[in-house]
């Protein structure tokens, strides 16, 4: 049995013959070959070394308005499970930079990348159809996305929300600046995108909406569903997810010469 563990050091003792050792080389062969995570009979459950994935990729970024160069060269990424929070003055161009992220508007320099994936921008004009009730807006808004969006408004999704978030079900031009944001806010929850960009999503919101906003922050950090890129000149709540920031006061103020 010694002359067999001498040639044979990776085999357990006991395994004495040649089919034994045969049979646990094959197994061990199994083993080695199968993707982590999948064994759970035989515990083999390897820690994943996999990062987030980035989202969102800025490189050399400049954005100006008007000739007057506001910001950059900016270099950052955004992954998933991330909340970036853009802050500064009035002016420096924190909506422009959303917009650029967006593909809204072209920069001054630099690239932004998202790959595939689909972003959700919320900006302080909303779109609705004045004379359309709350609920046709969404419905109508679901229609256009197609797919999973409609079949989730065709199953009375709609109405739950317009409830869960407080918005009553009348002409938008009847809706108060807070239900008309909270209406934008249901949008958000309708497409569920992997990647949200939020201009000051705070705006004219109650003390609910408020709620309704941080919950929704706090499913895309915890599940690494997601990220969010916002801007807000208040204070977040108390209970938002914590966020890096990205302060772009002073980040340029000159003439583009380009």
Known sequence: MDRFHDRFPDCAPGM???ADITADRRWRRRKMARPPGRDERAGFLPASTESPR?????TRLVGERNGLRLWGPLDFAVHAGEILHLRGPNGCGKTTLLRTLAGLRPPLAGK???GEQACSFLGHHDGWSEDLSARLNLELFAQLHGGDVAALAGQLVVPALLKELGVPDRAVRYLSAGQRRK?????LRLTMHPLLLLDEPFDALD???CAWLTALAH????GLAGAIVLTSHQALPADFPGCRVLDLAGSAAQRSTA
């Open 16 to 18: 004495d013959t040649k």
């Open 54 to 58: 980035v989202m969102l990729s800025v």
């Open 112 to 114: 932004v990348e998202r």
């Open 183 to 187: 209406l934008a806010l249901a949008r």
């Open 207 to 209: 003390t609910h909406g």
């Open 219 to 222: 499913a895309y950090q915890s």
